[in-house]
């Protein structure tokens, strides 16, 4: 037995609590930590399995350097030294839009993104690239329009709903709220309430539904249109609540008022007697919302989440109890980053601009290789791996060889660290400070900071530290005075006051407090990550000091330090702050208050959604007759950096699910290798034949064809999807991909 350690699984955006025990520096036992008040003692089996994340043959243990076709270690020093010269020299002779920041999607190091940006920032680029911007743009934007920021993203309030709408969501895998799957089993269970599933697939969280609406691959804005057609025609809507807090929907009413809404659900191909049910349950029961990936990265995607917000206002269904609520945060998890600003940049090729600060990265291949001036040439990868989790490979191969400059601050030697000119070995969530920042929780605000539990081997540091480094070597801090290294190792009170004093003093304090706070309080602290949580803490926004006092802290000047304290006192995490639940509408921030239902740039997609428009666009081509699913969720993938195949041994983790009417007329048997080809390109992976899946559509999880110990394993599903298949806002149409699929 050795030491019990209370910390958070970083393999998925849950952060669940764990009791991991640790003999000899290693992670030997896994439980789930019942004291997590956000998790309460679950998890699943890919936090069971940590240690695989943590203990791999591809961790990197030095900063390495590519010298003709393979890496020779090199100091710290002479590293910093050498991607510091190149990179101004880049930006020097391109400009800033030469560079771009590509970091912020590695749930083991939330906080490094504070120093990330600020390298950015301070060298005059905008460019940061995120897996955010990967599958949640469109959503996040029409947030942006409806509610009045981009973050304020809703969540349905699952311990209160009696009925819980699913679109494109399998929580039972895929998880995206606390604790999902015993959310979802309990209103499974409860005849009182109603659970009801739109999706193509029988999906585990299908499996268990009340209603299950198998539709059409493709064809889910037709059914939301249909939806609100048949509430406006049976007068189901909540005239109150549209009178007293939206706006706007006068302005696209009539496109709903005479639909044919029994030709729209011919081509989902689905029951209207079914669909009319779930619509009345939905309109005039206490009903909820949740809708994922499915429909965030299909057709149509950004149209979709327009459709749901007009859906929930129309029945009333927004900012309430029992429906579906904005959550509160310490700080938003993005700027509002509304394109219509001058200020706001696009990028140069493709004319992209960012959500939430961030820019799609189906686009970065095209920005590299794009001969415009001002192309991108210097690129840092910081806790990625874009070669295996982002769409097409293939071009995110060949863009980044042409570049300058490529750095991997990584754990392992991932397929991207390989093509890298330098890599720069990080901490992993378990060897330094971190914190959790995703607002899942209401009404309650849930924080954890993870400590130090294993000693690293070799010289790797914390990903904020590398960043603080190159920052520092590039001149980019200005002149710190003595005091406030002296103060930062006396006292907080004292630091406080002295940073505030030279603050004023000092006009690119601001613009680089993440490095300030770093350099002082960091090295008194032992870590710049903390420092940073200090630091955030000093200046949270007004929003969170109110939930903080409903939760029982002191308001004031000292909110920020007690809260801290709290924080460090508790290594399973705690209620920071509480939301008011009887106002949530105090969200909504667009200038009447309202949640705003006209949308003008997306008008002309909503007039050309139905039936006859449809079916003619859904036609497969005789090259391509299938429908694929990249990205399936399973309990046995995760992100990248679960590269040791052996936790999945005895397994079959990467299959092509099949029809067993579409294996049938291939001539296909089950366990056999099948080759899939698409306009992308072609994989090999295992047949697995089920009926699982409808006819006419296959899926493939994400997360493999990784190289591990020079052996690679299963298939790599982004070898299969172009970066140029995406919608206005840069989100990939993973979900409807044309395919072929062959005997191998």
């Known amino acids: 037995m050795g030491t019990l350690h209370k910390t958070g699984c970083v393999l998925c955006a849950q952060n669940c609590g764990l009791e991991v025990d640790v003999d000899n520096n290693r992670i030997v036992k896994v439980k789930p930590d019942k004291s997590n008040p956000k998790s309460e003692g679950y998890f699943c089996r890919k936090g069971m399995n940590v240690a695989f994340h943590q203990h791999n043959a591809d961790r990197l243990k030095y900063p390495l350097k590519k010298v003709g076709n393979h890496f020779e270690r090199i100091t710290w020093d002479q590293a910093i030294d050498e991607i510091a010269a190149k990179l101004k020299d880049i930006v020097g002779q391109y400009g800033p839009r030469s560079f771009a920041y590509m970091g912020g999607g590695n749930q083991s190091c939330h906080l490094e993104v504070a120093f990330g940006v600020s390298l950015m920032r301070t060298l ?3 460019y940061q690239y995120s897996a955010l911007a990967q599958e949640f743009s469109g959503a996040f934007w029409v947030c942006g329009r409806t ?59 299908a499996k268990i539904a009340d209603i299950h609406l198998r539709i059409r691959p493709g064809t889910d804005a037709l059914l939301l249109k249909s939806m609100i057609a048949i509430i406006l025609k049976e007068g189901w809507i909540n005239k109150d609540y549209m009178e007293n807090h939206t706006a706007g929907f006068e302005q696209v009413k009539s496109l709903f008022e005479n639909f044919d809404v029994r030709a729209a659900l011919k081509v989902c191909e ?12 939905y309109a005039k029961r206490k009903s909820s919302l949740r809708y994922d990936l499915g429909i965030f990265m299909g057709r149509h995607s950004g149209l979709n989440s327009y459709l749901i917000v007009m ?46 600060g961030c820019f799609p990265p ?6 590299i290789l794009s001969d415009h001036p001002e192309r991108l040439r210097a690129v840092l990868v910081s806790g990625l791996n874009p070669l295996r989790s982002y769409a097409d490979t293939t071009a995110y191969e060949k863009a980044f060889q ?56 070799g010289e790797p540091l914390e990903q904020g530290e590398i960043d603080l480094r190159l920052a520092d070597k590039l001149g980019l801090i200005p002149p710190i005075p003595e005091k406030l290294y002296k103060t930062a190792e006396e ?35 032992g870590s710049v990550h903390l420092a940073a949580l200090w630091g955030m803490l000093q200046v949270a926004p007004q929003s969170f000091q109110a939930s903080a006092a409903r939760a029982g802290f002191t308001p004031g000047p000292t909110l920020g330090e007690e809260i801290f304290r709290k924080i460090l006192d508790h290594p399973e995490g705690l209620w920071v702050g509480k939301t008011d639940e009887g106002n949530n509408f105090a969200e909504i921030k667009t200038p009447d208050g309202k949640i705003n239902l006209f949308i003008p740039e997306l008008l002309d997609e909503l007039k050309s959604i139905d039936a006859q428009r449809e079916e003619a666009a859904l036609v497969m081509p005789a090259e391509f007759p299938l429908v694929l ?25 990467c299959t092509l699910a099949m029809h067993p009417d579409d294996a049938a007329v291939l001539n296909l048997k089950d366990g056999q290798p099948v080759r899939v080809t698409t306009e992308a390109g072609s994989e090999e992976i295992e047949l697995e034949i089920t009926e699982t899946v409808r006819p006419g559509h296959v899926t493939m999880p994400h997360g493999f064809g990784l190289i591990y110990n020079g052996v690679k394993y299963g298939a790599n599903v982004n070898r299969l999807t172009k970066t140029t298949n995406r919608d206005q806002f840069g989100t990939p149409m993973h979900r409807y991909v044309r395919c072929r699929v062959e005997a191998a």
């Not at 999902?180 to 269970?189: D, G, M, T």
């Not at 189906?362 to 920005?367: A, D, K, L, Q």
């Not at 601001?510 to 602290?525: N, V």
């Open 124 to 126: 005059g680029s905008q």
């Open 491 to 525: 006292s907080h009170a004292a630091f406080r006051q002295a940073l505030m004093e030279y603050a004023m003093t000092e006009p690119k304090a601001m613009k680089t407090m993440p490095f300030i706070l770093g350099k002082t309080l960091g090295k008194a602290m």
């Open 311 to 356: 859906l929930q206002s129309i029945c009333g269904r927004l900012c309430v109890p029992g429906g579906n609520i904005i959550p509160g945060h310490i700080v938003p998890f993005g700027p509002n980053s509304d394109e219509r600003n001058p200020k706001i940049w696009r990028t140069v090729a493709t004319n992209a601009f960012p959500v939430c």
């Open 629 to 653: 699913m990249a990205g399936r969720h399973t309990s046995m993938n995760a992100n990248t950096l679960m590269r040791n195949p052996a936790w999945n041994e005895g397994k079959r983790p």
């Open 362 to 367: 189906n686009v970065m291949p095209e920005e």
């Open 270 to 281: 689905l029951d209207f007697d079914t669909v009319y049910k779930v619509t009345q349950a």
């Open 147 to 205: 509610h009045g920021k981009q973050y304020l993203h809703d969540g349905p309030d699952v311990k209160n709903t009696d009925v819980l709408l699913i679109f494109g969501w399998n929580g039972m895998e895929s998880h995206q709220i606390p604790q999902a799957p015993r959310h979802l089993q309990r209103l499974s269970k409860d005849p009182d309430k109603l659970l009801i599933v739109v999706d193509p697939r029988l999906s585990e969280t």
């Open 402 to 457: 042409r570049l300058d400059l490529l750095v991997t601050v990584e754990l392992a030697m991932t397929e991207t660290a390989a093509l890298s000119h330098y890599v720069l070995p990080s901490r992993s969530g378990y060897e330094s400070w971190d914190g959790t920042f995703f607002p899942f929780t209401y009404p309650e605000i849930f924080f954890q900071m993870r400590r130090p539990i294993i000693a690293p081997e």
